[in-house]
């Protein structure tokens, strides 16, 4: 039985992914443009670049920009992207409880669906799955005050999530890509048309990211450039080292 008992409102399903993508340009550009190597090589492991033999500050500076970027990218797009999309198709609402993302109120069959949305279906590590569930239960009398019954719903965006049968049982349901979505529309198919209804919007953010991008790579070569080389362009394998695992001043 969907969560969403009505037709999906496929005008507002696009809206939300053309908002959430350009959510996602935004703050994924933005993190781009304030990128500095300080930051990134503190991070590093500089003994990895030598045992490499790594004579190339270019070399360095595309490797560390590039996971930099991957790495960024994901969470940006996990934390932009899904929840406003599962809010239109569920035809829910943003919920006020803390942990959970989106209320569904079926009055038909007097059930409340509190639903927290998530990336992949590897968040979460045994503290942070209490958490869940403390997050659920205190949800859980908002239903009770409307004499409802309430379902929680962990949904997983992307990827596959199966039950082991282990384990102490859970107050909340677990459901992963093509499950999660037709549970919140009825629809078994709907996780392949989130594609086509993005259309040929990311290509309108293609210009200003690699943009951004080629100028991140060309600041970051010089600042690495002016403070890890000498002047005739060799790294300085002991200025590297020492900013990154040396003494704080």
Same mark, same amino acid.
């Given at each position: 039985?969907?969560?969403?008992?009505?037709?999906?409102?496929?005008?507002?399903?696009?809206?939300?992914?053309?908002?959430?993508?350009?959510? +996602?340009?935004?703050?994924?550009?933005?993190?781009?443009?304030?990128?500095?190597?300080?930051?990134?090589?503190?991070?590093?492991?500089?003994?990895?670049?030598?045992?490499?033999?790594?004579?190339?500050?270019?070399?360095?500076?595309?490797?560390?920009?590039?996971?930099?970027?991957?790495?960024?990218?994901?969470?940006? +797009?996990?934390?932009?992207?899904?929840?406003?999309?599962?809010?239109?198709?569920?035809?829910?609402?943003?919920?006020?409880?803390?942990?959970?993302?989106?209320?569904?109120?079926?009055?038909?069959?007097?059930?409340?669906?509190?639903?927290?949305?998530?990336?992949?279906?590897?968040?979460?590590?045994?503290?942070?799955?209490?958490?869940?569930?403390?997050? +659920?239960?205190?949800?859980?009398?908002?239903?009770?005050?409307?004499?409802?019954?309430?379902?929680?719903?962990?949904?997983?965006?992307?990827?596959?999530?199966?039950?082991?049968?282990?384990?102490?049982?859970?107050?909340?349901?677990?459901?992963?890509?093509?499950?999660? $979505?037709?549970?919140?529309?009825?629809?078994?198919?709907?996780?392949?048309?989130?594609?086509?209804?993005?259309?040929?919007?990311?290509?309108?953010?293609?210009?200003?990211?690699?943009?951004?991008?080629?100028?991140?790579?060309?600041?970051?070569?010089?600042?690495?450039?002016?403070?890890?080389?000498?002047?005739?362009?060799?790294?300085? $394998?002991?200025?590297?080292?020492?900013?990154?695992?040396?003494?704080?001043?």
């Amino acid at each position: 039985m969907a969560i969403n008992k009505k037709e999906i409102d496929q005008e507002a399903v696009e809206q939300a992914i053309a908002y959430s993508l350009e959510q +996602f340009y935004d703050s994924l550009l933005e993190k781009i443009d304030t990128i500095n190597i300080d930051s990134i090589m503190k991070r590093k492991n500089p003994y990895l670049y030598r045992a490499k033999a790594i004579q190339s500050a270019a070399e360095i500076v595309e490797g560390v920009l590039s996971a930099t970027v991957s790495s960024s990218e994901e969470t940006i +797009f996990g934390n932009c992207f899904f929840e406003p999309l599962a809010i239109a198709a569920s035809g829910g609402s943003k919920a006020l409880a803390e942990g959970v993302d989106i209320m569904v109120d079926d009055r038909e069959n007097n059930t409340i669906y509190a639903i927290a949305v998530k990336s992949g279906p590897s968040v979460f590590n045994a503290d942070s799955k209490k958490r869940q569930e403390q997050n +659920f239960n205190a949800a859980r009398k908002l239903a009770q005050q409307a004499k409802a019954i309430y379902e929680p719903i962990i949904g997983y965006s992307y990827g596959k999530k199966r039950s082991t049968g282990k384990g102490r049982p859970t107050i909340y349901k677990e459901l992963a890509g093509q499950d999660f $979505w037709a549970e919140l529309t009825g629809d078994p198919d709907f996780y392949l048309k989130i594609i086509t209804y993005m259309g040929n919007k990311p290509e309108q953010y293609l210009e200003k990211y690699r943009e951004s991008y080629n100028k991140a790579s060309n600041r970051l070569i010089k600042q690495f450039t002016d403070k890890f080389c000498d002047d005739d362009g060799s790294i300085n $394998w002991d200025k590297l080292v020492r900013f990154n695992s040396g003494y704080d001043d």
